[in-house]
C-alpha cells in the first residue's frame, strides 16, 4: 500500500478541546463538529462500499471522543478512533500541501533518518520520529492504536520546523534521494522530500501535525495529515 504524506497546521489546544466537549460546546466548535460529522458520516460510506468493517464506525467513534472516551473493544476500533480523531483534526487546520507519495513510508524513512544522522542531523530533528510520532501526548485518555498501523499520525512542533528543513538542505545533495532501499522496496515514488519548503508559513505557537489516510479536505481551517491510498 503506497501513502500520500501531507501536512498542514493547527494549534493543538484547539485540536484537543473537542476531546469530552460534548454538552459543552461553543457555538462555533458546534459549526465546527457539523463539518466533522459530515465527513465522518462521508469516510463511513466510503468504507461501506468497499466492504470494511472495523466493529465500529467512524461516526460512532467520533461521538466517542466527543463524549471523553474511546473504550470500544471492537477489534478494528483502534481505526475508527484514529480516523475519527483526523476528522476533529481536519476541522480545525489549514488546508494541506502534500510531501510526497510512498511506497512503504516507514522503512524509507527510518533509512533517512540513519542517513541524516550520519551527516550530522541532530536526532531530534530526524524525520521519521515527527512522521510517525503518533498521537499527542496531552489527548485525555487512552486511544487504540490501529489494528494495521493506518492511518497514523504524526506531530511536529512549529519551533523545529525551519531548523528541520535547514538541517536537511544543508545536507540535501549528499543523500541519493532516488535510489531504492532495502532491495528495491522502500523507494521514493513520487515529487517531495522531509523537510521540503512550507513549514516556514506557519504561526509560531502551532504544532505542524501529520496523518496517514485516505479523505477529503475542506472546511474553513484544517491540519497536518499523512493520508493513506487504499
Request: hydrophobic letters at 40%; aromatic letters at 6%.
Amino acid at each position: 500500500m503506497s501513502r500520500i504524506i501531507s501536512f498542514s497546521t493547527a494549534d493543538q489546544a484547539d485540536v484537543l478541546a473537542f476531546l469530552g466537549a460534548a454538552g459543552s460546546l461553543t457555538q462555533e466548535q458546534q459549526r465546527l463538529v457539523g463539518y466533522m460529522r459530515e465527513d465522518a458520516h462521508a469516510h463511513q460510506a466510503d468504507l461501506d462500499r468497499q466492504g470494511l468493517d472495523w466493529g465500529l464506525s467512524v461516526p460512532d467513534a467520533l461521538e466517542h471522543l466527543l463524549a471523553d472516551h474511546a473504550d470500544s473493544s471492537a477489534l478494528g476500533a483502534g481505526n475508527a478512533y484514529y480516523s475519527a480523531f483526523q476528522h476533529i483534526i481536519d476541522a480545525n487546520a489549514s488546508d494541506p500541501s502534500e510531501l510526497g507519495v510512498y511506497s512503504m513510508p516507514s522503512t524509507f524513512f527510518g533509512l533517512m533518518d540513519q542517513e541524516l544522522h550520519r551527516l550530522g542531523v541532530s536526532s531530534e530533528l530526524l524525520p521519521h520520529g515527527f512522521l510517525f510520532a503518533g498521537l499527542p501526548a496531552s489527548v485525555p485518555f487512552p486511544i487504540p492504536c490501529p489494528r494495521d498501523g493506518a492511518p497514523d499520525i504524526g506531530m511536529l512542533a512549529l519551533a523545529k520546523a525551519k531548523p528541520a528543513a535547514e538541517a536537511y538542505r544543508a545536507v540535501l545533495d549528499r543523500i541519493p534521494l532516488r535510489r531504492r532501499a532495502v532491495d528495491g522496496t522502500a523507494g521514493v515514488r513520487a515529487r517531495g522530500v522531509a523537510g521540503q519548503p512550507g513549514h516556514r508559513v506557519v504561526h509560531a505557537g502551532h504544532d505542524l501535525l501529520l496523518d496517514q489516510r485516505r479523505g477529503r479536505t475542506g472546511g474553513t481551517r484544517r491540519l497536518a495529515r499523512l493520508r493513506a491510498c487504499f
